[in-house]
């Protein structure tokens, strides 16, 4: 139902009338235009009175207004989104910790303890979360994790980590990390994810493993874009989970890192008859030729941009996307008369790991 919040003017004006109608009763020897006018008088005492009742009452209408906002998680301010999510089982993701894999060189036999400590060329620190032994090639790749959450630790692969205490028989300048480097690192979660993860919950609670458990899960502790879940992906009774990494605008492939803990975390929650597999999504690039009225430069960069947010919000890995859809999101563009779209001719219909991207556009003049 609605919620309406009257004007202080409009509340003044009921606390006139309620006046004026009680001196009427209690006063008929008085003319009843004399008493309207003075309730209504910017100098009267009893105008006075009427006015600050006003105030009072607005400003109750107010906290009344903004208790009624926060009854509904998709209004409620931070606080209470926070408290209607923890209800349902859903929790504000944390700043999720940066991962990868360091190659260390040495004198072979040297022992590599856990908890050994890198920094990045940002500044971050990371360590080693597995002991390991330089083998006889005077090498031994052990995987590294961010001391601490946030998008500062991760770092592209090939970059050199010095190691913060020297360790005899290492070079202290020699951990590389390997080409997938340090990714996964991302800040606390916002409200808007929050909230938006919330509302999948509560359209579709936990069924204890059911297929839309697994993305729930991922996005608790992750900070993944896109997940999907495969039934039977190697047999029956298997579980595939197919991950996109980024955002939902620019998808990431995840590291083998990624997947390792992404894996460990699904290990604990899963159902004790699920066999689980964690796996990369593969791109599928979807390609465009467009014709679009008038044929400007501006027209063809919003049709772009509204490409662009219709892949974002629509694409799911392994999940059909209607031409039609497409079409439309093209015809909202702002500016757009009309379009002709020769490539693709059909719906797109990605393979069960694959995720539609958006491609190449080839503008062909009207």
């Known amino acids: ?37 003075a309730v209504r008088s910017e100098k009267g005492l009893v105008a006075a009175h009427a ?7 607005y400003g109750a209408h107010l906290h009344l207004r903004w208790w009624g906002d926060q009854y509904m998680p998709d209004t409620a301010e931070a606080e209470h989104l926070v408290r209607h999510a923890s209800i349902w089982g859903v929790y504000r993701r944390e700043a999720t910790k940066a991962v990868g894999v360091a190659v260390f060189t040495g004198v072979p036999g040297t022992a590599v303890p856990i908890g050994l400590q890198l920094r990045t060329p940002g500044g971050a620190l990371v360590e080693t979360s597995a002991a390991g032994v330089v083998a006889g090639g005077g090498t031994v790749s052990l995987p590294v994790i961010a001391t601490v959450g946030g998008e500062a630790a991760n770092a592209a692969g090939g ?11 290492l070079d202290p300048q020699s951990a590389t990390l390997d080409a997938e480097g340090l990714a996964g690192g991302a800040e606390e979660e916002g409200d808007v994810s929050l909230l938006e993860r919330l509302l999948e919950v509560i359209r579709e609670p936990g069924h204890g493993g059911a297929v839309f458990d697994y993305p729930i899960w991922v996005k608790n502790s ?22 996109a990494m980024g955002t939902a605008a620019a998808p990431r492939v995840p590291t083998a890192p990624e997947i390792a803990a992404i894996g ?4 604990s929650l899963r159902p004790v008859t699920a066999e689980v597999h ?32 219709h892949f974002a919000r629509e694409a799911r890995i392994g999940g059909r996307m209607p031409l039609s859809r497409i079409a439309e999101s093209i015809s909202a563009a702002n500016g757009e008369y009309a379009h002709e779209m020769p490539t693709p001719s059909a719906d797109i219909l990605p393979a069960p790991r694959e995720l539609p991207v958006l491609g190449v556009i080839t503008w062909v003049a009207p």
């Open 264 to 267: 460990g975390h699904l290990e």
């Open 51 to 57: 006015r600050a009742d006003a105030l009072g009452l």
């Open 159 to 169: 970059l050199s980590l010095p190691i913060v205490t020297a360790l005899a028989g």
């Open 278 to 309: 964690v796996v990369a999504y593969l791109p599928l690039p979807v390609d465009f030729t467009l014709t679009v009225e008038p044929y400007t430069l501006a027209n063809r960069a919003a049709v772009e941009a509204a490409l662009a947010d």
């Open 222 to 243: 992750f900070a993944a874009s896109k997940v999907e879940t495969i039934p039977n992906w190697v047999g029956l009774g298997s579980v595939g989970v197919a991950v």
């Open 1 to 37: 139902m609605p919620f309406p919040l009257p004007s202080p003017e409009q509340l003044a004006e009921e606390q006139a009338n309620e006046m004026a109608a009680a001196l009427k009763a209690q006063r008929p020897d008085i003319d009843p235009l004399a008493i309207d006018r």
